[in-house]
């Protein structure tokens, strides 16, 4: 669409002869009487045929939650039902005075490489008149009309243009523009009631796309309110990350936790209980400051500490849930580094090595917690250079629906590599963003890099 210099004209009624009145068909000539029913009949389907685009279009639009996604497709589902060959929607600043945001559809590449460079509207000239008197709006030629200040270079040539405001709870939200029918012929009556119709429409799945953000921004500050900050863990280098589902409130029981212990050891602890809701939230918080405790009992074999948490949780929650957890422990010996861990049904730790190699700790991985509290769970020992990372995760982070777990590792495998020259903490950051998960679950990645040996005695 265009720039600032150019926006949608004030409304003209264009292509609309007076309507002739007649009290029966009787008074009319034979032929006439067939022409009128013929487009009273054509006038019909058409309408018949706009109802059934228009729900379905409504079913398009509130169908999607993810707002720039929203605004699209109302741009061309608009598009579509009046045969237009450019759109666009404007979004108003809060002030609602200028465009915040302009989204044009239709172009094609090379009329946008011609506009490279080209500032896109911010609400100046007809928009402006538009934006502040957002009555629909109808042109038969853009360049006769008074406020007209042309097109800035290399913008396509566009001669007819219906603007539309669209209101959220009352409060204009943005205006959306279409030019040029695909049939040559400007916009009519019954263009404009369409679009109509839609806007109305478009305002409510809006208003769901940002209830549903704002929802899913509560949802998310929750579950990180119930997160630990990772303390002070000097001298080892640590980092870690939380995503969230995508669905709307599905807070979950993804957990991560890491704390330094009174010999010199580091331990992390990474977990996830089953559920995306407030329960399973809940129950995350109680079950990682129970297993918190434990671990400062560094005596204790990890899977001493999963077995007493095991049988802690039957005794201490109503309803015990079912999680996973791995609980893993850094220690100096023999002038190197040891990693002891015990796993509850949880995927393995990762290890990236300084040599660049990345590898699995593929062992037998356990009883998750809930089910079987009697039942030993195995420990394991692997030694550990120094400058090594240990990745702890969850399986939101590798997991997709209908393909094989073992993808999804190779894939987390191949981004660790990329990415495992940075710091910890932009390490997990790193593997979040870029995991081969579908983002339908919840998330979380603790990483530990061993520090080199000096204080530590060597037994």
Known sequence: MAADRQ???????????PEESYTSLLDLPLSSDLNRIGEQLHALARAQSTLQELL?????????????MVLRRIVRTAMDLVGARYGAMGVLDQEGRLLEEFIP?????????????????RGRGLLGHLIHHPEPLRVRDISRHPESAGFPPGHPPMRTLLGVAISVRGRVYGNLYLSERQDGQPFDRHDEGVIRALAGTAGVAIENARLYQQVRNNSEQFQRLLL???????????????????AP?????DWYDAMLLPNGACAAVIGDVVGHDLRAAAD?????????ALCFDSNAPPSASLARLDRIMGAALDEAPIATALLARLEPADCAWQLHWSSAGHPPPLLLLPDGRVRYLDTEPGTPLGVAPDLLRPDHCQAVPVDSTVVLFTDGLVEVPGQALDRGLDALAVTASRFAGLAADELCRALVKNRPGDGHDDK???????????????S
Not at 60 to 65: A, D, K, V
Not at 105 to 121: I, Q
Not at 233 to 246: E, I, V
Not at 284 to 292: A, D, K, P
């Open 7 to 17: 926006g949608p004209p004030e409304d003209e009624r264009v292509g609309e002869g």
């Open 56 to 68: 379905q279009a409504v079913v398009n639009i509130t169908g999607e939650l993810e707002l720039p």
């Open 105 to 121: 559809l239709g172009l094609t590449a090379k009329e946008l490489a011609e506009l490279e460079g080209v500032e896109l509207p």
């Open 228 to 246: 630990p900050r990772l303390p002070d863990l000097r001298p080892f280098a640590a980092g870690a990350a939380y995503r969230p589902a995508s």
């Open 249 to 253: 409130a599905a807070v979950g029981g």
């Open 284 to 292: 995350m918080s109680q079950i990682r400051n129970m297993l918190r």
């Open 444 to 458: 979380a990645v603790i990483a530990l890099r061993t520090p080199p040996l000096t204080g530590y005695a060597c």
